[in-house]
C-alpha cells in the first residue's frame, strides 16, 4: 500500500529514474527522465519523456516448456547486476544522477518479482535513493500515452498474464472487461507448447508467423460474455483438434468454395490463423462494446500480445469504421520492459509518492484499478 | 425469400406523420454515422429512418412507421406502440473473418428475435418483437420511450452533485435511497425474472436497460400506494443472451453487471450493486422454497465468481 501521500509537488528540473521489471520471464531495466511541465500559459508545448536506456532479457524455456517461477526468480538474480550496469552505461549517467529508483510490485509471478525487488532495495540503500513500487498494468498503461499520445484512451491491456479492457475515470484506471479465465497470451503459449513451437523469441511471435500461412478457417468456440471473454473452452478444443493431427489423424477442412471437395486438410499453420481469427475477434469486439459504453474514440492496445500485427490491424479496421483511432507501441515497449517501471514511477514520484523499505514488499495479487492515478486530473 | 422480405412487400408508402413531432421530441437526437457502415439501401429507401444510437455491434434506427402494416390498420387498436418502432442493424464487421462474421451476424440476430419474443410472451419487460431478418443482421421491435438507465444514473447524480453544498451529504444518502433504490430494485427484479425462466442475458450493462417514461398507464408499476412511481426498466440487447439452467451461469451475469456499476458509476457503486441485488433475492424468491434454494445458490456462485476474478490478476 502506498506509504506517503504527499501533496502534488511539482518539479522544476528534469528528473530521471531507474525502472526495474521482473514480474514474469522477462527481466527489463529502463532509464527515463522527465522535464519539467512548461509554465502555464506560455503557449509551449509539453516536452516528451525522454528514454535513456531501455534494455531486456528474457528467459527463454525449450519447446514445450513454460516457465516456472524458481528458475525464472534465478535467471532475474543472474542477470540483474549486468543489466543495471549495461543501463546506466547506455545512458551516460552515474548513480548519483538518479532520483528514485523504481521495481515492478505486482502483479505477476511471487518468486520473479521478488527477486528483482531485493536488487531495487539494495540498490536504492547502496545509492541512498528513495523507492517507488509500480503497479505493473499501470506501467503499460501510461508507456503506451506516452510514446503514442494518446490521452485518454479505452486501453486493451493483453498479455501472457493479463487480458483486461480498461478506461480512466476519477483518478482511477477501471477495469471494463477482463477474461474469466486465462489471459490470451496464456492460451497462445500453452497452444505453442501443444505444438511444440520454439518459444524464442516468443511463443505468441511464431504463432503470429505460422497464422500467416494459415488459409482455412476451422470454426472453434467463440465465447464473449459482456466485456468479458472466456478462453480456456477454445484453447482445451482446438488442443484436442492439435493432438489429433500430431497423432496422424488429420482433419478436413469444410470449405465449399475451397474447391477441395472435403479433401483439404487441416495445417497446423490453419490452426494458429484459426486460433488468432477467433480470439481476436473477441478481444476487438469487447474493445468496441467499451468504446461504444464509455464513448471514446481512442483505443490504445498495450502488453506483450499487442504486438501482434494482426490484432493491431483488426483493431485499426474497427476503430476506422467507428471513425476513431487505434494506438499501439512495438515490441521495445509492448513487451514487458524496466522503461515502462521507470516512467509510471517517475509519474507517482513527481507527486510526491514514494514506498519505504517496509512497504517495498511485493504482492501478486495487484489490479489496476486499485492504484490512485494522482497525476491525472482529467 | 427472407421473411423479413417477405412482411417487406407489405410496406405501405402512404403514411402520416401525425404523431412524429410527438415521439422525436422524447427521443435523442439523431447521431451521425460512424465511418462507412450503412444500411442495406433497399430499406433506408423505403421508409424514413433516423440513426439514433450507435452501439458497439448494431446501429439503432428510430421510425415512425411500422415496417409493414399501414398506419390506417393500427389506429385504434391496441397492437399499436405508441412511441414508433426501432430497426436493430448489425453492419458486417470487416475486421474479422467473413465466415466467422456471417456466423455471428446470423446466429445473435436469429436469437436474440427468438429470446425477444418468448420473454414478451412470458410477461417481462422486454421490447416487442416485430420482424426478423437473420442474415441481413436486421430486427424490428418497438421502440422504448425513454433513457438508458446509465445516462438516468448519470443525470441523477450530476443533479444531486450541484446541490450537494446547500443539502449536505446526509440528505444526498437519503435522496439516493428515496430516487435511485425504488429504480434499481425494480431492475434487480426484472432480472430475476429473466433468470427464472432460464435466460441469461451475457450484457447486463447500464446501458442495456432502458427506463421506460411512464407516460403510460401500463408502463408504470406501483409497488405501494403510499410509495412514489417508480420509472418502469426494460431489457434490452439480448444478442449474447442464452438458455441456461445453471446457476454459475447466472452467476456471471450479475458479476458483469456489478462490474458494470462499478466501472460506469464508481463512487456509490457498492450501494447501488446491493439494491439491485436486493431486488433479485425479493423477485426470485417471494418465499416459495425451491426459488430460494436456487437463488442461495446463484449468491454462492457469485461469491466464487468474484473471488475468481480477483485471484486472476495473479500473473502480469
Ligand atoms: N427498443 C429500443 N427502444 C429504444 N431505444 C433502443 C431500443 N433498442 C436499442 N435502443 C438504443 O440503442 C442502443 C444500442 O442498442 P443495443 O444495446 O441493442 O445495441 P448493441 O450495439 O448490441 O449494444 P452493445 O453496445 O451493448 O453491444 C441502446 O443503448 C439504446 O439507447
Ligand atoms: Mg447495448
Known amino acids: 500500500m502506498p506509504s506517503k501521500q504527499e501533496p502534488a509537488t511539482c518539479q522544476q528540473r528534469p528528473t530521471v529514474a531507474l525502472g526495474l521489471e521482473g514480474s514474469a520471464n522477462k527481466l527489463g531495466v529502463g532509464i527515463i527522465r522527465h522535464f519539467p511541465p512548461p509554465p502555464a500559459g506560455s503557449g509551449q508545448r509539453r516536452r516528451p519523456a525522454e528514454v535513456l536506456a531501455n534494455i531486456r532479457h528474457t528467459y527463454i524455456t525449450p519447446p514445450g516448456e513454460g516457465f516456472l517461477p524458481r528458475d525464472t526468480a534465478n535467471h532475474h538474480r543472474s542477470f540483474v547486476v549486468k543489466l543495471v550496469k549495461d543501463a546506466l552505461k547506455t545512458s551516460g549517467l552515474t548513480p548519483h544522477d538518479i532520483d528514485c529508483v523504481c521495481f515492478t510490485k505486482g502483479p505477476g509471478m511471487g518468486a520473479p518479482l521478488q527477486s528483482v525487488a531485493i536488487a531495487a532495495r539494495t540498490i536504492s540503500l547502496m545509492w541512498n535513493k528513495p523507492l517507488v513500487g509500480v503497479n505493473h498494468c499501470v506501467g503499460h498503461i501510461e508507456m503506451g500515452r506516452e510514446i503514442t499520445g494518446a490521452t485518454n484512451p479505452v486501453v486493451l491491456y493483453v498479455s501472457g498474464g493479463n487480458t483486461q479492457v480498461i478506461a480512466y475515470s476519477h483518478h482511477r484506471y477501471r477495469i471494463f472487461g477482463e477474461t474469466l479465465d486465462i489471459a490470451v497470451g496464456n492460451c497462445l503459449d500453452r497452444f505453442a507448447r501443444t505444438l511444440q513451437i520454439p518459444n524464442d523469441p516468443s511463443p505468441g511471435y511464431n504463432i503470429e508467423l505460422l497464422a500467416r500461412k494459415g488459409k482455412h478457417y476451422v470454426e472453434l468456440p467463440y465465447t464473449v460474455k459482456g466485456m468479458d471473454v472466456s478462453m480456456s473452452g477454445i484453447l482445451a478444443y482446438i488442443d484436442q483438434v492439435a493432438i489429433d493431427i500430431l497423432n496422424g489423424n488429420p482433419r478436413y477442412a469444410d470449405d465449399e468454395d475451397g474447391g477441395g471437395g472435403g479433401k483439404t486438410i487441416i495445417t497446423k499453420e490453419d490452426l494458429c490463423f484459426s486460433l488468432q481469427e477467433t480470439i481476436f475477434a473477441m478481444l476487438v469486439e469487447i474493445t468496441e462494446r467499451a468504446m461504444a459504453h464509455v464513448g471514446s474514440q481512442q483505443v490504445l492496445i498495450v502488453g506483450g500480445v499487442g504486438c501482434n500485427e494482426r490484432l493491431q490491424e483488426m483493431m485499426a479496421i474497427m476503430a476506422r469504421d467507428r471513425g476513431g483511432q487505434v494506438y499501439a507501441t512495438d515490441e521495445r515497449f509492448c513487451i514487458d520492459n524496466g522503461i515502462m517501471i521507470a516512467h509510471a514511477g517517475l509519474l507517482a514520484y513527481g507527486t510526491g509518492f514514494k514506498t519505504s523499505l517496509e512497504d517495498s514488499v511485493c504482492t501478486q495479487r495487484f489490479r489496476t484499478d486499485e492504484v490512485y492515478i494522482a497525476w491525472r486530473d482529467d | ?316
Open chain 2, 1 to 316: 425469400m427472407t421473411l423479413f422480405r417477405k412482411l417487406w412487400s407489405f410496406a405501405y408508402p402512404g403514411f402520416s406523420f401525425s404523431h412524429f413531432h410527438r415521439v422525436m421530441a422524447t427521443r435523442t437526437l439523431s447521431v451521425m454515422p460512424l465511418g462507412n457502415v450503412t444500411l442495406p439501401s433497399a430499406i433506408s429507401e423505403a421508409l424514413a429512418l433516423t440513426l439514433i444510437a450507435q452501439g458497439a455491434e448494431a446501429q439503432i434506427y428510430f421510425s415512425v412507421e411500422h415496417p409493414f402494416i399501414p398506419a390506417t390498420y393500427l389506429t385504434g387498436t391496441n397492437s399499436q406502440p405508441s412511441a414508433g418502432y426501432i430497426l436493430k442493424y448489425r453492419p458486417p464487421k470487416r475486421y474479422r473473418h467473413n465466415a466467422l462474421d456471417a456466423q455471428l451476424t446470423k446466429h445473435r440476430t436469429l436469437s436474440e428475435a427468438r429470446i425477444l419474443y418468448k420473454l414478451f410472451l412470458a410477461g417481462i419487460s422486454v421490447p416487442q418483437l416485430i420482424a426478423v431478418d437473420p442474415r441481413q443482421g436486421l430486427i424490428w421491435m418497438e421502440n422504448i420511450d425513454g433513457q438508458s438507465l446509465k445516462s438516468w444514473i448519470w443525470a441523477q447524480e450530476t443533479e444531486m452533485e450541484e446541490r450537494q453544498v446547500d443539502e449536505g451529504e446526509d440528505a444526498q444518502a437519503q435522496k439516493r435511497v428515496h430516487i435511485i433504490k425504488p429504480v434499481l430494485l425494480a431492475v434487480g427484479s426484472e432480472i430475476a425474472k429473466l433468470h427464472f425462466l432460464e435466460t441469461v442475458h451475457g450484457d447486463l450493462t447500464t446501458s442495456n436497460v432502458l427506463l421506460r417514461d411512464s407516460s403510460r398507464v401500463e408502463a408504470i408499476t406501483v409497488t405501494f400506494s403510499d410509495k412514489p412511481m417508480v420509472k418502469d426498466p426494460v431489457i434490452i440487447d439480448f444478442g449474447l443472451a442464452q438458455q441456461s439452467t445453471l446457476p454459475e451461469d447466472k452467476a456471471v451475469d450479475l458479476y458483469v453487471l456489478e462490474r458494470a456499476f462499478i466501472s460506469t458509476h464508481p463512487i456509490h457503486s457498492e450501494e447501488y450493486v446491493e439494491w439491485v441485488l436486493e431486488g433479485y433475492v425479493a423477485g426470485f424468491g417471494r418465499g416459495k422454497k425451491t426459488a430460494m434454494f436456487k437463488v442461495n445458490e446463484i449468491m454462492r456462485k457469485l461469491d466464487a465468481v468474484r473471488l475468481r476474478g480477483r485471484k486472476r490478476s495473479m500473473v502480469g
